[in-house]
């Protein structure tokens, strides 16, 4: 599996010094998705990661690396980089081989997944922790753990097969050992040092409020929207006064096209109680300049292009990225769009967002903010949305 890939890789690509400090914890690892439908069709595919961000991948029908960013080759020379993927186009055509031959051996009904991910992650004080780890029909099956193979619970007989076979090969073990703990650190090292630029800056969040669906009678869902962050961590909050709210309800991080983050909270509360509420948004970016958004009043906080204004109970967000999140919209009705192409009716304005220019017209009883811009409109609204 996964084995033999790494044993490759130990054989011309030697371990370094790996004691240039790193701050904070970093990690490297490849995943592979083998595919096997039956005896005779399989599709392999491949990647690479540098903590959430994928810098490589692999085109499985020409059999090519895919180099994502520009500095995804690390400190490694385009020679070493050609060998590693010319030995990755042998090593999976040699592990498809070898999985077709030994699928009865093991009791493998087609079709079938294997995957594999193995990697390390430097943390503070230069201290080391590697990883190998494979899955069969998206269970565990096997891990490498201080140098030995280590069957999983859900791998069954199947892998306990597995490291009794492996485990006789006690110097290709010794090799993946090196390589987890040398050589994929120096890569780490070098990768971080070449893409510094980029994994470094700091990009603000814009941050708006909006309501959700109704979740009862007499309630209100708030929602708080923060958006095109960099880095990943946050800290998002609804608060009452200081007190953190704890029925806040956090959603997942979602990644941008452009490497950003969204995120979004949200807060189920009694219609008469939203006084006093605030979303607060902490980021690395933002030092200790906190996004505070006021459910129903206009206090500022800092958004991305400075002063945010806050939202109103029924704030309309842009988050600046071609995208209009139209189930945001909690206008009372949508009037009919009388007015002509390129006006805006009503004393309505043009918010900017990108290359997008998204339009509020005739007029709404609502306030829009983005980016700093608190826009004032009267009445009901509709919305169209055109490319410039």
Known sequence: MLLLLLLLLAVIIPGGDSEDAVQGPTSYHVIQISTYANSTWAQNQGSGWLGDLQIHGWDSDSGTAIFLKPWSKGNFSNEEVTEVVDLLRVYL???????????????????????????????????????????????????LKNNLCVPAPEGGSKAQQFCALIIQYQGILDIIETLLSETCPRYLLGVLDAGKAELQRQVKPEAWLSSGP????GRLLLVCHVSGFYP??????????????????????????????????????????????????????LGDQDIILYWGEKELGMGRNGPQAGGSGEGVGFDGREEWRGEEWRG??????????????????????????????????????????NVQVAGKARRTRERV
Request: glycine letters at 14%; aromatic letters at 8%.
């Open 93 to 143: 055509i040699g592990f498809t081989r070898e999985v077709q031959d030994k699928a009865k051996e093991f009791q493998l009904e087609y079709p079938f997944v294997i995957q594999g991910t193995a990697g390390c992650e430097l943390h503070p004080g230069k201290a080391i922790s590697s990883f190998l780890r494979g899955a069969l029909g998206g269970l565990d099956f096997v891990s």
């Open 214 to 217: 109704t979740p009862g009678p």
């Open 232 to 285: 990943k961590p946050v800290w998002v909050m609804w608060m009452r006064g200081e007190q953190e709210q704890p029925s806040t309800q956090r959603g997942d991080i979602l990644p941008h096209a452009d490497g950003t983050w969204y995120f979004r909270v949200t807060l189920d509360v009694v219609a008469g109680e939203v006084s006093g509420l605030s979303c607060r948004v902490k980021h690395s970016s």
């Open 332 to 373: 009372e009705e949508r009037a009919k769009d009388e007015g002509q192409e390129g006006e805006a009716k009503g004393g309505c304005e043009y918010i900017m967002s990108g290359n997008t220019q998204e339009r509020i017209r005739d007029a709404c009883a609502s306030e829009v903010v983005y980016g700093g811009a």
